[in-house]
């Protein structure tokens, strides 16, 4: 069979290329368990045939790799590599790919390739905190609109960031102003979702706490407050959808949690109440404050050592 795949490899008919890559991996996929020398072969054939492929071949190989455990890790991270339209099953299903390689991926790829890993059912602590801890430089950039994470699509206005970015600036600059108001990028709104909605308190507070500048006492104090106004506000104000504000808060607040439907409503309510640019402005005032905090108790730090040494 594999002198038949390098007889064929040769051929230039498109047509019988992409049966050439089915066959390969049909036959890969038949294996219970695959020895170190067919992993190889596996290895050394399936890059060559799928680059001489059609697109509609390379995604129906792809799909019919996504649920194989056995995967070498070479071809894992090949897969991973490829356009967002054909790899993203294998990101986000395939059980043979391995925490190193998933956190390569995370480190050198798109943001829409680490999207399609967040929605893995079954990321590692380590995986989370390199998704958690990604930073792109263009995450400090515009972007060209608000991705929704559920439903796939980009709003394309731009008033909300375009809003956010002169509120920041006339906060002050990055150098003057050390939590300065940032907008939520993709990874991190992706993130919060995914969290909330599997329950995980502790990683959402940290990826929260990122996002408003690392500030983790302002973060705590947010989430806190048991209506969800604040968190409203909060995600609102950081460039997050009402839709996924939404979504997020029953999830989060406890006096939204429990009767689902009924506090969604509540949720959606709330949110309708907020307004962005006053969302910003509250934010910006918490930050404010709690830079004036934290200031008065590097000025008081001194003179209680001095107490002490006295």
């Not at 375009?162 to 300065?180: F, I, P, Y």
Request: glycine share 6%.
């Amino acid at each position: 069979m594999v002198d038949r795949y390098r007889e064929l490899e040769g051929l230039k008919n498109t047509r019988k290329l992409d049966v050439v890559l089915m066959a390969t991996v049909s036959s890969f996929g038949a294996l219970e368990k695959p020895s170190a020398a067919e992993r190889r072969r596996f290895v050394e054939l399936f890059p060559p045939v799928y680059e001489a492929s059609t697109p509609e071949a390379r995604r129906q190989a792809v799909a019919a790799l996504s649920g194989h455990p056995d995967v070498p890790q070479e071809i894992c991270h090949y897969i991973g590599r490829q356009e967002i339209a054909i790899s993203a099953p294998f990101l986000a299903r395939s059980p043979a790919i391995s925490d190193e390689t998933l956190t390569v991926l995370i480190e050198t790829m798109s943001e829409e390739h680490i999207r399609a890993i967040i929605h893995r059912a079954d990321l590692s602590q380590k995986v989370i905190q390199a998704l958690i801890g990604c930073h792109r430089p263009q995450d400090d950039e515009v972007p060209e609109g608000n991705f929704d994470v559920r439903t796939g699509s980009r709003d394309e206005s731009e008033v909300l960031r375009q809003t956010l970015k002169a509120m920041a600036a006339k906060a002050g600059s990055a150098a003057e102003d050390r939590l300065g108001l940032s907008t939520l990028s993709e990874l991190q709104t992706a993130l919060l979702v995914r969290f909330a909605r599997r329950g995980e308190g502790t990683l959402f507070l940290e990826t929260f706490a990122r996002a408003l500048g690392g500030d983790r006492v302002l973060a705590a104090e947010v989430l806190a407050e048991a209506s969800g106004r604040r968190l409203g506000v909060a995600l609102i104000a950081l460039g997050m959808t009402k839709d996924d504000t939404t979504y997020v808060l029953p999830r989060i607040a406890p006096d939204l949690a429990g009767d689902r439907q009924n506090n969604e409503d509540a949720a959606e309510k709330l949110v309708d109440g907020l307004q962005p640019t006053a969302c910003i402005e509250e934010l910006l005032a918490w930050q404010n404050r709690r830079a004036e905090e934290e200031k008065a108790a590097s000025e008081n730090a001194p003179r209680r050592q001095t107490r002490r040494s006295a």
